[in-house]
């Protein structure tokens, strides 16, 4: 007799009912193609002028348009959704717009200036007006450099206890801290630059050097640390507390082998946050650092320069060649700070819990 072979019926691939096909996608593409048109043709016929202008004529339109495509879809009931879909995101190109223009802004003026010698050289023979190709601000970079890691050495380990002290511990002073924190998170940073050069430099503990800008840094960054520390610990579900004194473990070795691991991205996100708060502050460092043209490594002996400074200097003279060289530095910072947040997610993630 002949074997007789099973049926096989061919299985569908499932596919994602939330996921809107190719084809009906294509009214919400014409919805947004003719909401620029006509936001174009309204500021060209109208006293309307500028990109903005445009933007938000093509927010407004896009916006009607939604609205009035979700009526003919699923009736009245889907226009609040419309509208709220529309406003998310305009929030979000209201947020991403500055962002992008800044970045561009500083890559458009800064690039023109930027050599090898930039990375390379000093501004010790070099005027500010001298050509493109000579003189650099590595002096600036390594300055910049310096004062981050010493700030952060300084204010990170204090942020971090300050953050377990009103997570972990809640001790009497607990209220009285968390005001403090607060309130040093609105210090202005000319303040904490006079207050460093008063207690510090005038007060002939120490002259102008590396080291007094770090710790009026520090005094900036240690608010963004401790409060970002705070909330990230939060976080912690309190089972993992549980089950570690569950084991038999203290409550510092909870702390230490638990809690902190488990908290080690958001640490970590708190760092960085705590870096870009000051790594481009100019007014403490006209107060503790002084700047200076040539490479100085010993942060504890006589002044220093910083990216910030540098740029700021190179303003001051009003050259045309200078502030080209000003903007090349802003790029420059960026580019580093861009390097050191890189740099702690890499180590952030290597180090095992």
């Known amino acids: 007799m002949a074997q007789i072979l099973p049926l096989q019926i061919p299985v569908p691939t499932p596919k994602k009912p939330w ?36 933007f938000f004529l093509f927010a407004l339109y896009s ?60 501004m010790a023979a070099t005027q500010p007006d001298a050509p493109f190709s000579q003189g650099g601000a590595l002096h600036a970079i390594l300055g910049t450099t310096v004062l981050v890691i010493l700030a ?18 809640k001790g009497r002073a607990e209220t009285l801290i968390r005001f403090l924190v607060q309130a040093m ?28 800008g770090a710790v009026a840094l520090s005094i900036l960054m240690l608010p963004t640390v401790a409060r970002t520390a705070e909330e990230v610990l939060k976080l912690i579900p309190n089972d993992l507390r549980e089950a570690g004194v569950a084991l038999g473990g203290t409550q510092w070795r909870t702390v230490v082998m638990v809690v902190l691991p488990a908290a080690r991205s958001g ?14 502050e100019t007014a403490p460092l006209l107060l503790t650092i002084f700047g200076t043209t040539a490479k100085h490594f010993n942060p504890f002996v006589g002044p220093m320069s910083a990216l910030p400074l540098y740029i700021f200097q190179l303003l001051e003279t009003g050259l ?27 180590v952030g993630g290597r180090v095992k819990s």
Request: hydrophobic fraction near 60%.
């Open 152 to 169: 952060t050495v300084i204010s990170v380990p204090i942020g971090v206890l300050t953050g377990l002290y009103l997570t972990e511990v």
């Open 267 to 280: 640490l970590i996100t708190a760092t960085v946050l705590g870096v870009a708060r000051v790594a481009g």
């Open 63 to 122: 916006t009607l348009g939604s609205m009035a495509l979700a009526f003919f879809r699923r009736g009245a009931t889907a226009m609040s959704n419309a509208m709220a879909t529309s406003m998310a995101y305009l929030s979000i190109a209201l947020v991403a717009l500055p962002l992008f223009s800044v970045l561009l802004t500083v890559v458009s003026r800064g690039r023109h200036a930027l050599r090898l010698n930039t990375f390379t050289q000093d």
């Open 185 to 212: 998170s609105g210090v202005p940073s000319i303040v904490a630059g006079l207050f460093i050069y008063a207690v510090w430099i005038t007060g002939g503990h120490g002259g102008f050097s590396g080291f007094s």
């Open 320 to 346: 045309n060649v200078a502030i080209s060289r000003a903007w090349t530095g802003a790029l420059v910072l960026l580019i580093l700070v861009s390097v050191l947040f890189t740099l702690a997610r890499f």
């Open 19 to 54: 996921k809107p096909a190719p084809i009906a996608m294509i009214p919400d593409l014409l919805i947004l193609v003719g909401a620029f048109l006509v936001a174009d043709a309204t500021v060209a016929l109208t006293g309307f002028k500028g990109k903005l202008a445009i």
